[in-house]
């Protein structure tokens, strides 16, 4: 019983770049039409708390839980609901591919018992939203990378 998304982006920045436009809660909403704001030290065991756009659902405000972080590498986040009733985990993981690239790949899991309600509720808002946000990193890492050249 899961729902999972997988996106991915070859991006001509450096990784480095790239993993500070995902850290830089305070400019997601010039970049990000899914997540448009954000508060997070990043660090595991600590909150994240989003304010999330799926029209034509009014912005609402979603808290996770940070599992992971390995800077400049792998960040993932979500949610444990008592009972396994639901669960989610989110990352952001970056491969780098030269010195000026890297590979940005977005990954996002539903389990649990709701899973395939949720998923099937708003699959496609989800679905769009975490391709928005992947085109939007990209985007951003690659016009801040063109204006430091």
Same mark, same amino acid.
């Given at each position: 019983?899961?729902?999972?998304?997988?996106?991915?982006?070859?991006? +001509?920045? $450096?990784?480095?770049?790239?993993?500070?436009? /995902?850290?830089?809660?305070? =400019?997601?909403? #010039?970049?990000?039409?899914? !997540?448009?704001?954000?508060?997070?030290?990043?660090?595991?065991?600590?909150?994240?708390?989003?304010?999330?756009?799926?029209? +034509?659902? $009014?912005?609402?405000?979603?808290?996770?839980? /940070?599992?992971?972080?390995? =800077?400049?590498? #792998?960040?993932?986040?979500? !949610?444990?609901?008592?009972?396994?009733?639901?669960?989610?985990?989110?990352?952001?993981?970056?491969?780098?591919?030269?010195?000026?690239?890297?590979?940005?790949?977005?990954?996002?899991?539903?389990?649990?018992?709701?899973?395939?309600?949720?998923?099937?509720?708003?699959?496609?808002?989800?679905?769009?939203?975490?391709?928005?946000?992947?085109?939007?990193?990209?985007?951003?890492?690659?016009?801040?990378?063109?204006?430091?050249?």
């Amino acid at each position: 019983m899961s729902f999972s998304l997988h996106f991915k982006e070859e991006i +001509p920045a $450096p990784r480095q770049l790239v993993w500070d436009v /995902i850290c830089d809660t305070e =400019s997601y909403a #010039l970049w990000n039409p899914f !997540i448009v704001a954000c508060e997070s030290s990043f660090e595991p065991g600590t909150p994240i708390t989003m304010r999330v756009k799926m029209p +034509p659902l $009014p912005v609402f405000t979603q808290k996770e839980t /940070i599992f992971s972080n390995v =800077s400049g590498e #792998l960040m993932e986040y979500g !949610i444990n609901q008592p009972f396994g009733l639901l669960s989610s985990v989110r990352q952001h993981v970056l491969t780098e591919l030269s010195a000026d690239s890297c590979r940005y790949e977005s990954f996002f899991e539903l389990r649990g018992k709701l899973a395939p309600m949720v998923g099937f509720a708003l699959g496609k808002k989800l679905e769009r939203g975490f391709a928005g946000m992947t085109q939007g990193i990209a985007r951003r890492s690659i016009e801040l990378h063109n204006s430091n050249k």
